[in-house]
């Protein structure tokens, strides 16, 4: 089954203890990216990888890192965790902007709710 | 810059009828995609419609259509014959057709309740 997988769906942590949201996709997807989700704010992009070892910030990277090592994996890392970090997180997936099987549409993992004290 | 606007932050609908969200969007580019996703309580996002700018005839997804005014910079969804698993939050959603990376911009969400 095809699907953008998200490691851990809840957690729950203390503010600078760092963490590491993992994000696997089988579809064989260029593209990759993490969203965060706050009430009012709807989704706002944190980072995104065109491919391999290339990622680039989105609107909202602040107090996070990414690294593209695999074309399958795509981590997102809080190294020191603050209480306004708390929301919902979307790893999601395409094929490249320029590919024959890009339509536009980013497939969504199921999200994982993160809370900082 | 471009953004999405949903101006309905919550809206409700009998069971059986039709209801109709809002999206207007704001870009300088003349091809992009539209799109509303789905998000009921289990947070999933689902993929709703998609619309492409560069053509003129709406798209539908059974008992979803959308009505998309590219001059008036406007895409909006009607739910017909609304069924209670229809029940979430809805995001519009644009990206630039021709953009250097896959970058969604988000509405705010309309939260949909389906009285039965």
């Known amino acids: 089954e095809a699907q953008v997988t998200q490691n851990p769906r809840y957690l729950i942590t203390v503010t600078g203890k760092k963490l590491t949201v993992t994000c696997s996709q089988n579809?064989?997807?260029?593209?990759m990216s993490w969203y965060r989700q706050d009430p009012g704010l709807g989704l706002r992009q944190i980072y995104y990888?065109?491919?391999?070892?290339?990622?680039d910030k989105g609107d909202v990277p602040e107090g996070y890192k990414v690294s593209r090592k695999e074309k399958r994996n795509f981590p997102l890392i809080l190294e020191s965790p603050s209480p306004n970090q708390t929301s919902l997180y979307f790893c999601?997936?395409?094929?490249?902007?320029?590919?024959?099987?890009?339509?536009?549409?980013?497939?969504f993992g199921e999200g994982s709710r993160l809370t900082v004290l | 810059a471009q953004t999405v606007t949903q101006s309905q932050p919550e809206m409700s609908v009998q069971e059986a009828e039709t209801v109709t969200l809002s999206c207007t969007y704001d870009t300088s580019e003349s091809d992009y995609y539209l799109f509303w996703y789905k998000q009921p309580p289990s947070r999933q996002m689902i993929l709703v419609i998609r619309q492409e700018a560069y053509k003129q005839q709406n798209a539908t997804e059974n008992r979803f259509s959308v009505n998309f005014q590219k001059a008036a910079k406007s895409f909006s969804l009607k739910i017909s014959d609304s069924q209670l698993g229809d029940a979430a939050m809805y995001f519009c959603?644009?990206?630039?057709?021709?953009?250097?990376?896959?970058?969604?911009?988000f509405g705010t969400g309309t939260l949909l309740a389906v009285q039965p």
């Open positions: 959603a644009h990206t630039t057709y021709g953009g250097a990376t896959n970058k969604l911009i």
């Open positions: 579809m064989n997807h260029e593209y």
């Open positions: 999601a997936s395409s094929f490249d902007r320029g590919g024959p099987q890009n339509t536009g549409e980013l497939f």
């Open positions: 990888s065109m491919n391999v070892e290339v990622t």
